[in-house]
C-alpha cells in the first residue's frame, strides 16, 4: 500500500508519467545508493578517534572534592590514565576546579595540569575543559541540572571491534512527505534523558504525514548543534521501539521545511549515542512523538557487549 502510494504520488509531481520502467528502477536504485553512503558515513563517525564508541567512562557529581585516578582508593576512579590525577572540586553553584597531582602527565589547553578552573561542556551551547592523557581525555558536562564527567579513549575495545549496525532493508516508501505546521512561537518542552533527568527543549512547528491512510504528527525540536541550517531534529517511538529498535528513541534529522513541505526519510532513522554505550546521556522520544505504527526502516537495536 505504501509503495503505491509514493508511486502515485510521483506522478501528481510530475517527472515521472513518461518516463520509462528502467529510469523508474535507475531512480530507485541510486537512492539505495545514496542511503546505503549514509549508512557508511554514520559507522565511519562512530568508528572515528572521537566518535560515541570512544567513551569509557563517567559519571554523576554533585558538590564536593573528589579524588581523582585510576588507583583503587580514589573517590573518582578513572578506568585508565595516571595513578593520580588530581583533585577535583565543586561548589555549591555547580563550579569546579582541579589541583593536579604531582607527575601526572596530564595537560591542559596544552599546559601541564596544575591548578585551573574547569568548564563544564553542554550540548550546542559550551565547550568543555579537556583534560589530556596522552590519546585520551577526562572532561565533564552538563546536561540539564546533572553534572557529569566523562573519559575518552580512542583506543577502546568497543570502537576497535564494533561489528556495525543491523539496519531494515531500504524501502523508498518511508521516505515520506510531510506538511509543516510552524506555531506562531516555539512552544517549550521538557523531555526526559536516558537516566530519567528533565531537559528543556523547543518545539516550533510539527510535521503531519500519511502511512496506510492514517494520519500521524511528530514534533521536532530546534538542534542547536545545527541551527545554522535551521534542521529540525525528531526523537520518536514506534511500535518496534523495545522489540526491534531501541526503546528509548531514535534519531530522525530534516532539513528544513519549504514551501510548507519536509521530507521524513525513516530510512535514515538512527539509534541515539546512549544505545551505543552506557556513557552517555541523551534525551528520549516524548509521548507526543509515540507513533502508533511499526516504523519497519532505519537502524535497528543491536546490544553491545561491555
Not at 535514515?268 to 512523538?289: K, M, Q, S, W
Amino acid at each position: 500500500m505504501r509503495t503505491w502510494m509514493w508511486l502515485l504520488l510521483a506522478v501528481l509531481l510530475g517527472g515521472c508519467e513518461s518516463a520509462p520502467d528502467g529510469a523508474l528502477t535507475m531512480d530507485a536504485r541510486q537512492y539505495a545508493r545514496d542511503v546505503e553512503q549514509w549508512r557508511g558515513q554514520r559507522l565511519a563517525r562512530l568508528r572515528a578517534s572521537d566518535g560515541w564508541l570512544s567513551y569509557i567512562g563517567s559519571g554523576r557529581l554533585k558538590p564536593g572534592t573528589y579524588r581523582v585516578g585510576s588507583a583503587a582508593g580514589n573517590d573518582l576512579l578513572l578506568p585508565a590514565g595516571p595513578a593520580q590525577l588530581g583533585v577535583l572540586k565543586i561548589d555549591g553553584n555547580g563550579d569546579a576546579s582541579i589541583e593536579g597531582a604531582p607527575g601526572n602527565g596530564a595537560t591542559l589547553n596544552g599546559q601541564p595540569l596544575r591548578q585551573a578552573a574547569l568548564q563544564a561542556g553542554v550540548a550546542g551551547a559550551q565547550e568543555a575543559s579537556r583534560i589530556q592523557l596522552g590519546t585520551s581525555e577526562f572532561y565533564l558536562v552538563r546536561m540539564g541540572s546533572v553534572l557529569g564527567w566523562r573519559f575518552r579513549d580512542p583506543g577502546s575495545l568497543r570502537r576497535r571491534n564494533f561489528p556495525g549496525i543491523e539496519h531494515f532493508p531500504v524501502d523508498r516508501a518511508w521516505q515520506i512527505q510531510a506538511r509543516w505546521q510552524p506555531y506562531a512561537k516555539a512552544q517549550q518542552a521538557v523531555l526526559l534523558t536516558s537516566i530519567g533527568t528533565p531537559l528543556s527543549a523547543q518545539v516550533p512547528g510539527e510535521a503531519v504525514f500519511e502511512i496506510d491512510g492514517r494520519t500521524f504528527h511528530l514534533q521536532p525540536m530546534l538542534d542547536k548543534e545545527a541551527l545554522p541550517s535551521r534542521q529540525l531534529f525528531f526523537l520518536f517511538s514506534d511500535r518496534t521501539s523495545g522489540r526491534e529498535t531501541y526503546g528509548g528513541a531514535r534519531y530522525l534529522y530534516a532539513a528544513e521545511p519549504r514551501d510548507g513541505r519536509l521530507v521524513l526519510d525513516f530510512n535514515r532513522a538512527e539509534n541515539p549515542p546512549c544505545a551505543l554505550t552506557p556513557h552517555v546521556v541523551c534525551p528520549i522520544a516524548p509521548a507526543f512523538n509515540r507513533l502508533d505504527v511499526a516504523v519497519t526502516a532505519g537502524e535497528k537495536f543491536q546490544y553491545l557487549a561491555q
